[in-house]
């Protein structure tokens, strides 16, 4: 997998096992910002449940069915991009990604996903990028709109978070909508 170079504050590379500890201090100091819509947060309580977590990423992405990026902004560890569901006969794959909370506001999400679009169209030779959010979680949702994706409409009741569902903003970029000025 390879290391994409942002710009000259982000780099997006491969998670490895020496990244757990650090990855879960990110986690756990984030618990609450993270858990209001990422249900898998309350079930990370160790660097172990990390581990456990690489060993997953790294199957898919021997499958070549997800990719997983380590978002560095000025060498610290800050959050992680990633595709999902990446697969030849559909040629899609789902945009995701998660940062902390004081790292918010700079423009480091975007940067990092408008990288991760350009590597799936361009090396990956994906046709269709999608990302998906609880429609009321507007933070989330407003890096696809950046980025240019179009708003395909919204899924009813399809986000489950706390035991409590919500319609699910479904929107997507395709290869022929790609160009890489205008992301």
């Known amino acids: ?35 209001e819509w990422l249900t898998w947060v309350e079930m990370t309580l160790s660097a172990d449940d990390i581990v456990a977590k690489f060993d997953s990423w790294t199957s898919q992405e021997l499958a070549e069915s997800s990719f997983h990026f380590i978002i560095e902004y000025q060498g610290e560890l ?31 999400m975007t940067r990092s996903c408008r990288s991760l679009i350009q590597w799936l169209f361009v090396e990956r030779s994906v046709n269709r990028i999608e990302s998906s959010a ?32 919500y319609d699910t903003a479904v929107c997507s970029l395709l290869a022929s909508e790609y160009c890489e000025s205008s992301i």
């Open 1 to 35: 997998m390879p290391v994409i170079v942002v710009d000259h504050e982000i780099v997006l590379r491969p998670p490895g096992f020496v990244d757990a500890t650090r990855l879960f201090g990110v986690i756990d100091k984030n618990r609450d910002h993270l858990n």
């Open 78 to 108: 800050v959050g992680v991009v990633k595709s999902d569901r990446l697969n030849e006969r559909e040629n899609l794959a789902e945009l995701g990604y998660w940062l902390a909370s004081d790292m918010m506001g700079r423009g480091i």
């Open 134 to 165: 609880a429609r009321p979680n507007v933070r989330s949702r407003a890096i696809p709109e950046r980025l240019g994706f179009t708003l395909e409409g919204y899924l009813r009741d399809c986000t489950l978070v706390h035991g409590k569902f």
